[in-house]
Each structure stands twice: as structure tokens, then as C-alpha cells.
């Protein structure tokens, strides 16, 4: 089956600078790759997706790479901002099911 | 809120017990997800309805839960003789179609078993 991983576990970062957050998967069959944004006590929010059919997308200051080759995503984040701060959650999609990588928590320091 | 909503939001049960949590989700949404999340972590698929069929159950979930949605509509799922190891937030999400479109999240019930 699908296995995620997520790196790192903890990433700060100055305000004003890039974050970038990696994910790798297993299963060459996933087709859609999405990125949630979970704030403290609150329910995980879609930011940005990504399909297998596509290398890169962009919204404003939130991206997404694709390499299907080596089967990585990633996420950048640039000119951070305090209220980026949250924990980043990708996650693969194959049929009918997403597998979770397990969280970046975002911290942006002033 | 138009949204997916689930209730109750905390539960604090003694082990043993039996819970049951409801999910409503989105209305034209057929498909619905239960999930569990302990601290740290992502979330954890525990099982998947397409309307009212139950298509889906993750290997690790335990014969002690069972969930249901019988009409296609809102969904239950329960915990029998609840353990201290089911303490975690139990998400419910929807979506339109597979799993390759948005799938929008209830708030969570935080069940704490003591």
C-alpha cells in the first residue's frame, strides 16, 4: 500500500523567508497529491493540490513541485508570514484514498 | 455553516463504555471518511462510504468499531468497550467524487477515555 513520509517534523523559519517542506511516496499509482493546513484546534484545511498530470502550480506565495520520477511533492512558502504558522500536512492519493504524511509543525518567528 | 459538522465535539467517557459520534456532511457530497488523529500526527483513515455503502476499512481497525450511513446522508460511528487507546480526535470528512478531489473536514470530535 501507499506510504507517506514528511520532512521535517519541525521547521521556523524568520518571517519574511522561505519555507519548504518534502514529502516522498511509495505507490507510483498515486494520482493526486494535496497539502492541508492545520491550525491549532482546528480542522485541516485544503492550501494548494497538485495532479499527477502537472510538474508545478502555483498560488500567490504558496507552490507545489511534483517529481513523479523520483516520487517527491513539495511545498514553498515564500515571504512568510506570522500567520502561517501551522502544522502542513501532505498526503497521496491512489483511487479513493488519501495517506496522511505526518505533519510539519510551521513555526515563524519575528 | 454550510459545512461538515460533527457532534458532539468532546466526549470524555469512562473505559469501557460505548460512544457513538455523528457526521453530517456536505449535502451533495457522496462520499464520507472517518479519520483518527492523535497529537502529532496526521490523520489516520479508519473507513469510506460512497452514498450508503460502506466501501472501505482500514486493516487496524478494531471489530470494537463500527460505523454506518444509512440513508447515503449523515453517518455514526461507534466504539465498544471504549479503551484508553481510542483517546484522539475522530475527523469526519466529505468529498464529491474519489479521491483525487477536496475533501472538507468537520471540526472533530475529541474523545478522551479515562
Known amino acids: 500500500g501507499e506510504n507517506v513520509e514528511q520532512h521535517p517534523s519541525t521547521l521556523s523559519v524568520q518571517e519574511g523567508d522561505s519555507a519548504v517542506i518534502k514529502c516522498t511516496y511509495s505507490?507510483?499509482?498515486?494520482?493526486?497529491f494535496p497539502w492541508y493546513k492545520q491550525e491549532l484546534g482546528k480542522r485541516p484545511q485544503l492550501i494548494i493540490d497538485i495532479r499527477s498530470n502537472v510538474g508545478e502550480k502555483k498560488d500567490q506565495r504558496i507552490a507545489v513541485t511534483l517529481n513523479k520520477t523520483a516520487k517527491h511533492f513539495s511545498l514553498h512558502i515564500t515571504e512568510t508570514q506570522p500567520e502561517d504558522s501551522a502544522v502542513y500536512f501532505c498526503a497521496a492519493s491512489s483511487n479513493y484514498q488519501l495517506i496522511w504524511g505526518a505533519g510539519t509543525k510551521l513555526i515563524i518567528k519575528p | 455553516d454550510t459545512g461538515v459538522s460533527q457532534d458532539p465535539r468532546h466526549k470524555i467517557t469512562k473505559r469501557g463504555q460505548n460512544v457513538t459520534f455523528r457526521c453530517d456532511p456536505i449535502s451533495e457530497h457522496n462520499r464520507l471518511y472517518w479519520y483518527r488523529q492523535t497529537l502529532g500526527q496526521g490523520p489516520e483513515f479508519l473507513t469510506y462510504f460512497q452514498n450508503e455503502a460502506q466501501l472501505e476499512k482500514s486493516r487496524l481497525l478494531s471489530d470494537r468499531f463500527s460505523a454506518e450511513r444509512p440513508k447515503g446522508s449523515f453517518s455514526t460511528l461507534e466504539i465498544q468497550r471504549t479503551e484508553q487507546g481510542d483517546s484522539a480526535m475522530y475527523l469526519c470528512?466529505?468529498?464529491?467524487?474519489?479521491?483525487?478531489?477536496?475533501?472538507?473536514f468537520g471540526q472533530g470530535t475529541r474523545l478522551t477515555v479515562v
Open positions: 470528512a466529505s468529498t464529491t467524487q474519489g479521491g483525487d478531489t477536496e475533501a472538507f
Open positions: 505507490d507510483s499509482a498515486s494520482n493526486y
